[in-house]
């Protein structure tokens, strides 16, 4: 496989109590789905955990060892509760240390403010290296393959775009949308003949509203960077 036929795969943490709960609506994923597949890193997979040693320590360990990437967001702001960076040592059997050069960059952007729980956002795992936050100073961490951004929508996009010159992707994920109105039942089966005739390519019927007609679009993806136009010269529904 070449260079540019490679697929290069990404995980996604969201962490944080009050996602699961409801209290909190996700705004990264989205984000980090485009920005990714911009970069030729497919996104393959996003879990939503709680701020639990028990359960986050395994699933870094796991994700870590199946993705080229890890990016996890949320959990490393000022409060007990922010337990990510820990989490994340334990995850690589290394200890949590302030980090020097974050403990500078704080004290540099609070001056005299620069209280001990704002501190708490120097610590690092070990042999952590840090991601740039122009938004709010405290920095992003990666350990190996592992990300470390903020929750914030703002900061994590920022942090994102400093360090998306690193990542070494693949082939970008191509797509089309085609929208039909039709019933899901009536295109059901040519899709799924053009599915068979198309292995490479992923398939997909969504439903939509639109001026009180309902109908599904079809959308189509192929990852060796060849257009999906050759599908609609095959469509049985046109």
């Not at 994102?160 to 039709?182: K, N, Q, R, Y």
Request: hydrophobic share 40%; with cysteine.
């Amino acid at each position: 496989m070449s260079e540019q036929e490679k697929i290069v795969t990404a995980c996604l943490i969201i962490i944080g109590n009050e996602i699961l709960s409801g209290r909190t609506q996700d705004a990264n994923l989205g984000f980090l789905g485009r920005r990714l597949n911009e970069e030729g890193v497919r996104l393959a997979e996003v879990r939503v955990l709680p701020d639990s040693m028990e359960v986050l320590v395994p699933a870094v360990q796991e994700v870590s060892r199946r993705f080229d990437y890890v990016f996890t967001t949320g959990g490393i702001g000022p409060t007990h509760d922010d337990i990510t960076v820990d989490c994340i040592a334990a995850a690589f059997e290394v200890p949590v240390i302030e980090h020097p050069e974050a403990r500078r960059i704080l004290e540099e952007y609070y001056g005299d403010g620069l209280t001990p729980a704002r501190l708490r956002m120097a610590r690092a795992p070990s042999g952590a290296s840090l991601v740039p936050n122009p938004v709010s100073g405290a920095p992003g961490l990666r350990i190996e393959n592992v990300y470390i951004f903020a929750g914030v929508p703002r900061i994590m996009q920022a942090q994102f775009d400093a360090i998306a010159h690193e990542l070494s992707g693949g082939a970008p994920l191509l797509s089309e949308s085609i929208a039909v109105s039709l019933p899901e039942s009536v295109v059901a089966g040519g899709l799924a003949e053009i599915q068979l005739q198309h292995g490479n390519v992923e398939i997909g019927s969504y439903p939509f509203q639109k001026g009180g007609a309902s109908g599904r679009p079809w959308w189509c993806a192929r990852w060796m960077g060849r257009p999906c136009a050759q599908l609609r010269r095959t469509s049985l529904l046109w």
